[in-house]
């Protein structure tokens, strides 16, 4: 049937509702908010008794199949639900679920979701043959020109009026994490505060919600964005992430970067390494922009930096790894003076 994104589904249910909807993803606010969007939409329609179901490792599947069989005695049509929480599913549970096609009917809608994401279970035998009968709502997070339209709307939805300003504050402070957005949007329209919200008025509300990855703050250390960087990485400490994880994704991209710039040099066509490292068209431009900022001899610094960062950290002799990492963070921005660097402290010790 039909392929919906998550923004996409309260127009359809406005107009028709299908037997079956397939929702996967990890994007934890858009899941919940389609869920909750298909039960409203059931229970308008007539389908007003609804059943959980858990597949976990203990989930006896004839239960499911009881279900899908059986009548309510107070209610001729339900909506069943079927979460699927083990990533990985048995296959017993696979053919289980590959005879759900011939056990939908009329008086029932039934909603799968889990938190694997839509690209891997599509390719699943028993989604494809579901998905004729079904309407697919992938869940992808929000990259961050879509998070910061998802804001203005939800704002707008809000009868919230918020400077660009203010928009750019609220992204940064909860990037990553819509559920603290929402939170934060819903209690700025209960303070009834004067419209339109600046970033300075925004600024006394707001708590620091913001949950990254490494792969983020890559992206914003190659686009050359420092104060960004910066507060993704120090997010990304008070998350615990180990700061070994994130020196090694540092490293990752220099010795990548240090391929390019070398090939560029040679006056070779950088495309074939692009393939091979596999960076896509979509992420090229990233790594375009720091080979612009970075010769080869400032990557080759970089190196010795790193290396000297995991000599230190690994000895323990690191007081504040943080703020070595800040250093890391900001030799692979631009090139700056050579006042202060890791290799001096790691020989002194």
């Not at 908010?33 to 179901?53: N, P, T």
């Not at 180990?242 to 040099?265: D, M, S, Y």
């Amino acid at each position: 049937m039909q392929k919906l994104y998550a923004n996409q589904l309260p127009a359809h249910l406005n107009s028709s509702l299908a037997p079956c909807y397939l929702l996967f993803g990890d994007e934890p606010l858009q899941k919940l908010e389609a869920i909750d969007a298909i039960r409203a939409a059931a229970k308008q329609q007539g389908y007003a008794e609804r059943i959980s179901l858990t597949a976990d490792a203990q989930f006896d599947w004839q239960e499911l199949s009881n279900e899908l069989q059986a009548m309510s005695l107070f209610a001729e049509r339900r909506l069943i639900e079927l979460e699927l929480a083990q990533q990985k599913l048995s296959p017993a549970a696979n053919e289980q679920l590959k005879a759900l096609p011939q056990q939908l009917h009329s008086d029932i809608i039934l909603l799968i979701h889990g938190d694997r994401s839509h690209s891997e279970v599509s390719k699943l035998a028993w989604f494809k043959q579901l998905q004729t009968n079904a309407v697919q709502v992938p869940i992808y997070p929000l990259d961050e020109r879509q998070s910061q339209q998802w804001l203005r709307d939800r704002a707008r939805l809000l009868q919230l009026q918020l400077s660009s300003d203010a928009l750019t504050l609220l992204q940064q402070h909860c990037a990553g994490n819509l559920l603290a957005a929402r939170q934060e949007l819903e209690k700025l329209a209960l303070a009834n505060m004067p419209q339109p919200l600046d970033a300075n008025a925004l600024n006394t509300f707001l708590a620091d919600y913001s949950n990254f990855t490494v792969f983020q703050l890559v992206d914003v250390i190659l686009q050359g964005q420092a104060d960004d960087a910066l507060h993704r990485l120090h997010r990304l400490c008070q998350q615990d992430t180990e700061p070994v994880i994130i020196a090694w994704q540092l490293q990752k991209e220099v010795l990548q970067l240090r391929q390019l710039q070398l090939a560029i040099q040679l006056q070779q066509n950088p495309n074939d390494l692009y393939k091979s490292m596999a960076i896509w068209p979509k992420r090229q431009p990233l790594y375009q922009a720091a080979l612009k900022r970075l010769s080869l001899n400032w990557l080759d610094y970089l190196l010795q930096e790193l290396a000297a960062f995991d000599r230190l950290y690994k000895s323990g002799q690191l007081s504040n790894a943080e703020v070595a990492l800040a250093h890391l963070v900001t030799l692979f921005i631009k090139p700056v003076p050579k006042v202060f660097s890791l290799q001096q402290q790691a020989s002194y010790d």
